[in-house]
């Protein structure tokens, strides 16, 4: 990936993940805020309805003791306390008295519990109502929710119980008012809130039941859960209710508990989620747009920034590649005085002063060069010379002697004079072939044959050293291009060279294998190794640990080499022999 697309992907990564973070974080804040503030309107609903239900209780019990305490009232009381009362003239009287306060339920029970007269029930004439003469001081009792019959189902009621005793005998009065869609009409909702209100009438939930303020509640079954969870634990619940079209709603509800503790009713406050889920979608649609505009920020700004550093830096890395070729006048141009600019000016002054140092190195390499071939040729030509001298005084001094004499002298001496002209020739010809190496001819080669034919052809000198020979050639090794009669003289050299550090016998190894599309050669021996030292100059012309020799012959090996487009290097350790590898590919400059 270039890094104009990693300043890319890193700018628009960073725009996204912060406003990706951002809306998370928002969102967040928003739902707690949210759900602290539905808390917070439930509380206060739930408050509100505590005090709506306390104000209507003391409100029936208010219009209940003032039925009691009336004049009608103290006047049926005093003719029921009479020894066997007719109660029947008095059937329907329960019935004006609750119009006349605004009851919507009221009975008069005598002192047994018997009911004298309903009004919203009149045939339950003449009977009990155990529960109403218990020894309960009912003017200290506030309203209580109760379960009444009515004669074609069960209403809750939020009922008073007073009494009228003008004489021996009390009057029960019961009266209460209706706890349904009147009541729940009555609280003031804040938006997006509804209030429910569940008769616990029944043994099973029942949709019936389920009250509204307005109109009947659509999908009361899905709230069946939540009523019942309270019916089970008898103590507040809340629950998330998903309506069919995907509208979301937050119940609150609280169980409302009779006289005797028994539970009679459920109230619910519900809180739409729509409002939030609105505010949600909103803050994704604003980091959606956000993102979308920040990552077209991104690539402006990354396609500024590369202007600003990638061409620059692309400039420099062109400039390193042709000073990596060769071309040490590589320039780049400086238009900013920025740290790319600095950079850029310290990249001339670079290569001006590696152009300075390569030229004083190439001097003084030349210099050494010449120094080392004198020195080297000097040697070489010194050992051949010094016989050839002694020869010529021989015949200087043979000459004064008798001609038989000089006869057998002269002969010597041309044998002699003619041994060193032929070493003379021998080392003025391996100086010159090494001068002038020839390009390889390159074809088509089988390198497990020409590493056989080397090796075959030290047969007689390898029995004599005593040494084994051993052939590890890859069979599945593809052809290359390279040239045989090259290749074969480096790999003659390195086969000498391998025998002349074994003395004393060893065992020479020659392995063929394919390697990175190519093939590796590798020359092993177990002779004496090498020292760090000798391996940093084991292949620069004329070096030689030899007693006798050029010090050529791998430095020959390496130009070969390096002229089919391959690597030479030596691993060894003293004591532990040397390990010679080639790597030649399977086609030079391919």
Request: avoid cysteine; glycine fraction near 8%; charge should be neutral.
């Amino acid at each position: 990936m270039s890094f104009r697309a990693k300043l890319l992907a890193l700018f628009s990564a960073a725009v996204a993940a912060s406003v990706a973070l951002a809306a998370i974080a928002i969102s967040i804040t928003a739902r707690r805020a949210f759900e602290r503030l539905d808390e917070d309107r439930v509380a206060a609903l739930v408050a509100q309805f505590r005090r709506e239900f306390e104000r209507r209780g003391q409100e029936v019990a208010r219009r209940v003791e003032g039925i009691a305490e009336a004049d009608s009232t103290l006047r049926l009381a005093i003719e029921l306390s009479r020894p066997d009362p007719d109660y029947s003239p008095h059937v329907y009287q329960a019935r004006e008295l609750a119009a006349a306060h605004a009851l919507d339920f009221l009975e008069l029970a005598a002192h047994d519990g018997t009911i004298v007269s309903s009004a919203h029930w009149p045939a339950r004439f003449g009977y009990r109502n155990d529960w109403v003469v218990r020894p309960i001081d009912w003017k200290a009792q506030s309203a209580f929710l109760r379960k009444e019959e009515l004669a074609e189902q069960t209403a809750l009621a939020l009922v008073a119980v007073r009494v009228s005793r003008p004489g021996d005998r009390p009057l029960y009065v019961m009266g209460g008012q209706r706890l349904g869609r009147e009541f729940l009409a009555s609280l003031v909702l804040p938006a997006g809130m509804r209030a429910l209100l569940y008769a616990n009438l029944a043994r099973d939930f029942s949709p019936d039941s389920l009250t509204g303020a307005s109109q009947p509640v659509e999908g009361a079954e899905k709230l069946a859960p939540l009523v019942g969870q309270v019916r089970r634990e008898r103590r507040e619940a809340s629950r998330r209710i998903l309506w069919s079209g995907g509208a979301a709603e937050t119940f609150h509800a609280i169980p409302l508990a009779g006289r005797d503790n028994d539970l009679l009713a459920v109230f619910l406050v519900g809180s739409s989620r729509r409002e939030l889920e609105a505010l949600l979608g909103f803050i994704r649609r604003v980091g959606a747009v956000v993102g979308g505009a920040g990552i077209l920020l991104g690539v402006v700004l990354s396609y500024w920034a590369a202007a600003r550093v990638t061409r620059p830096v692309a400039r420099l890395a062109a400039g390193a590649r042709q000073v990596a070729d060769g071309d040490w006048e590589a320039r780049v141009e400086v238009g900013s005085r920025d740290e790319i600019g600095e950079l850029g000016r310290a990249f001339n002054r670079m290569t001006g002063q590696l152009r300075e140092q390569r030229e004083r190195l190439l001097q003084a390499e030349r210099v050494a060069a010449w120094r080392e071939l004198a020195r080297r040729l000097a040697h070489e030509l010194k050992n051949p010379l010094f016989p050839m001298q002694i020869t010529v005084e021989n015949l200087q001094r043979a000459r004064e002697q008798p001609a038989a004499q000089f006869e057998e002298v002269f002969r010597e001496s041309t044998a002699t004079l003619l041994a060193g002209l032929a070493s003379l020739k021998a080392i003025v010809g391996r100086f010159s072939d090494f001068a002038r190496m020839p390009k390889p001819e390159m074809q088509e080669v089988d390198l497990n044959q020409i590493a056989g034919e080397a090796l075959k052809l030290f047969e007689a000198q390898i029995g004599a050293a005593g040494v084994t020979a051993r052939l590890e050639l890859d069979e599945k090794l593809e052809r290359i291009q390279a040239d045989p009669e090259q290749l074969r003289r480096a790999l003659q050299n390195l086969a000498l060279n391998a025998l002349d550090a074994m003395p004393s016998g060893g065992a020479l190894t020659i392995r063929t294998r394919s390697h990175n599309g190519g093939a590796r050669l590798e020359v092993s021996d177990t002779g004496a190794g090498l020292t760090p030292e000798e391996r940093e100059r084991l292949f620069t012309p004329y070096y030689t640990s030899k007693q006798h020799g050029t010090g050529l012959g791998l430095a020959i090996v390496q130009s070969v080499v390096s002229d089919h487009g391959g690597k030479i290097w030596v691993e060894s350790e003293p004591g532990r022999g040397a390990t010679f590898h080639i790597d030649l590919p399977a086609r030079p400059g391919g």
